[in-house]
């Protein structure tokens, strides 16, 4: 990332602030609890450097949860990099981003092959002309960093319609019966996703269908908020206005109690990190600075 981060045009330091802040608080979480020295460990000059450029992560890994795992920072980086999103050869940008990310996964599984790290799925969605916008699946397959990140989704990174639809199954696997925040895209909206290391396309899955109504033959229901196909619309609402109007229109009839839906997603939240001793909630989500 810090490499990458020296190639960007803008300044994309606050991505690696980001990202780092996310691995440390991965580690405190797995059961080993790694600590930022075991990550960088055999580096010491590095750990070193880090530390004196990104002070923040060091400081806030015990006690902020990130916004978003770690290989959804990486795609914001791929991304920069590709040149605007605006770009006509957009077919070669989504190409040219896979294999960018195909390429960092294939590194990082001769390190460590346990999926800890790198998504499987890539999404882009688009209106009609419209800029591209991506999303990953999350790079946490397993319990609980996954139910962490699906949380600080719903409670402070997703488009709130995106977030209200997840919510409408999170935590509790079935449909609320007090909230309903599905809701049908608009027909001119495109949402696709593709295997990165497979290069395939992938049909959506069964809840993608229940949230977002995305039409499939799959059976398989991924755990809510799981596929990129989540992140990917919710980068897509929060900059297409008219996408967005026409969505908060097909829910705002329902009588819906998002109140009580959030409380039920802090609830389990905080369950969760109890028995993380060394993590004390300080109740927010990190933010890096310059954003
Ligand atoms: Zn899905």
């Given at each position: 990332?810090?490499d990458?981060?020296?190639?960007?045009?803008?300044?994309?330091?606050?991505?690696?602030?980001?990202?780092l802040?996310?691995?440390?608080?991965?580690g405190?979480?797995?059961?080993?609890?790694?600590?930022?020295?075991?990550?960088?460990?055999?580096?010491?000059?590095?750990?070193?450097?880090?530390?004196?450029?990104y002070?923040?992560?060091?400081?806030?890994?015990?006690?902020?949860?990130?916004?978003?795992?770690?290989?959804?920072?990486?795609?914001?980086?791929?991304?920069?990099?590709?040149?605007?999103?605006?770009?006509?050869?957009?077919?070669?940008?989504?190409?040219?981003?896979?294999?960018?990310?195909?390429?960092?996964?294939?590194?990082?599984?001769?390190?460590?092959?346990?999926?800890?790290l790198?998504?499987?799925?890539?999404c882009?969605?688009?209106?009609?002309?419209?800029?591209?916008?991506?999303?990953?699946?999350?790079?946490?397959?397993?319990?609980?960093?996954?139910?962490?990140?699906?949380?600080?989704?719903?409670?402070?990174?997703w488009?709130?319609?995106?977030?209200?639809?997840?919510?409408?199954?999170?935590?509790?696997?079935?449909?609320?019966?007090?909230?309903?925040?599905?809701?049908?895209?608009?027909?001119?909206?495109?949402?696709?996703?593709?295997?990165?290391?497979?290069?395939?396309?992938?049909?959506?899955?069964?809840?993608?269908?229940?949230?977002?109504?995305?039409?499939?033959?799959?059976?398989?229901?991924?755990?809510?908020?799981?596929?990129?196909?989540?992140e990917?619309?919710?980068n897509?609402?929060?900059?297409?206005?008219?996408?967005?109007?026409?969505?908060?229109?097909?829910?705002?009839?329902?009588?819906?109690?998002?109140?009580?839906?959030?409380?039920?997603?802090?609830?389990?939240?905080?369950?969760?990190?109890?028995?993380?001793s060394?993590?004390?909630?300080?109740?927010?989500?990190?933010?890096?600075?310059?954003?």
């Amino acid at each position: 990332m810090e490499d990458m981060s020296n190639l960007t045009d803008g300044d994309t330091s606050f991505l690696v602030d980001e990202i780092l802040h996310s691995i440390f608080f991965m580690g405190k979480i797995t059961y080993l609890s790694f600590s930022p020295e075991d990550i960088f460990h055999g580096d010491e000059k590095f750990l070193d450097y880090m530390r004196e450029m990104y002070p923040r992560p060091f400081d806030l890994y015990s006690s902020q949860i990130p916004n978003r795992s770690p290989f959804s920072c990486v795609l914001d980086m791929v991304v920069r990099l590709s040149g605007p999103q605006e770009k006509a050869s957009s077919q070669n940008n989504l190409q040219e981003i896979q294999n960018k990310l195909r390429e960092l996964i294939s590194k990082l599984k001769q390190r460590d092959n346990s999926k800890m790290l790198f998504s499987t799925t890539l999404c882009v969605s688009s209106v009609s002309g419209s800029s591209k916008y991506y999303g990953v699946s999350m790079s946490t397959h397993r319990k609980p960093a996954r139910q962490i990140m699906v949380a600080a989704g719903c409670l402070s990174y997703w488009d709130d319609c995106v977030a209200a639809a997840v919510m409408s199954y999170c935590p509790q696997k079935r449909r609320k019966s007090y909230f309903d925040g599905t809701f049908q895209l608009p027909a001119d909206v495109r949402c696709e996703a593709f295997s990165i290391e497979g290069q395939r396309m992938m049909v959506p899955c069964r809840s993608c269908n229940n949230l977002f109504n995305l039409e499939t033959t799959e059976t398989k229901t991924n755990p809510y908020g799981n596929c990129a196909e989540t992140e990917s619309l919710s980068n897509l609402l929060k900059k297409e206005e008219r996408v967005k109007q026409q969505v908060q229109r097909c829910v705002s009839e329902r009588v819906n109690d998002r109140e009580r839906a959030e409380r039920d997603v802090l609830k389990q939240l905080k369950q969760i990190l109890k028995p993380y001793s060394g993590f004390t909630w300080d109740n927010s989500y990190y933010r890096p600075l310059d954003v």
